[in-house]
């Protein structure tokens, strides 16, 4: 779940941070913006760096970044922090690395979108093909008894139609369970981006 929440919310993180840090801003004052909420896991981390600095307890920039690398789930976010810790620790470009991981985190979006989109490409079929023609074929087996009835029914014996109707009946609820995990599928699929 934590990952999920990183990633949701990284590339809005370093694109504000890029643009809070090219207008002039130092980074502990970018980490306490972004600290101020609205960034969902990665505010609560921010939020929590800050105050451990405040206080005092936390034992500088570069620690507070290091032990938070450790408690990140997603790839991105720790690139993220082990880019900052290394901004901290031996003055880099900031900004420039900044801008390259965002294009980068906007083409695995994008990658993943597209994926995610070609996976779904069968589903509206799948889906009409179930919903349309079981309940079609099902009707037609449901009728098979009222067109034997007459002299065809002499040459063929047919179960009885409570049977007939327990099938149909069973059969409608198959295909209903069928839909509904066809669309349970193209649900876990979900990129969540």
């Given at each position: 779940m934590r990952a999920l929440g990183e990633k949701q919310e990284l590339l809005y993180v370093i694109r504000t941070m890029d643009v809070l840090m090219s207008s002039g801003v130092g980074l502990e004052a970018a980490i306490h913006t972004i600290g101020r909420g609205?960034?969902?896991?990665?505010?609560?981390?921010?939020?929590q760096i800050?105050?451990?600095?405040?206080?005092?307890?936390?034992?500088?920039?570069?620690?507070?970044?290091?032990?938070?690398m450790k408690k990140a789930e997603s790839a991105g976010y720790k690139r993220l922090l082990n880019t900052l810790y290394t901004n901290v620790t031996q003055n880099t470009d900031l900004v420039e690395t900044l801008k390259k991981q965002g294009a980068r985190?906007?083409?695995?979006?994008?990658?993943?979108v597209e994926k995610y989109i070609e996976e779904l490409g069968g589903v509206?079929?799948?889906?009409?093909?179930?919903?349309?023609?079981?309940p079609i074929i099902l009707s037609i087996v449901g009728l098979v008894p009222q067109l034997m009835s007459g002299d065809l029914g002499a040459f063929m014996s047919l179960p009885d139609s409570s049977v007939i109707n327990s099938v149909v009946n069973m059969g409608l609820i198959v295909t209903l369970?069928?839909?509904a995990l066809v669309g349970l599928k193209a649900h876990t699929k979900d990129p969540g981006l």
């Open positions: 609205g960034y969902g896991i990665i505010s609560e981390d921010f939020s800050m105050k451990r600095l405040q206080k005092g307890t936390g034992g500088g920039l570069d620690k507070e970044l290091k032990t938070m985190m906007e083409e695995e979006r994008s990658e993943a509206p079929e799948t889906l009409l093909s179930i919903g349309m023609i079981g369970i069928g839909m």
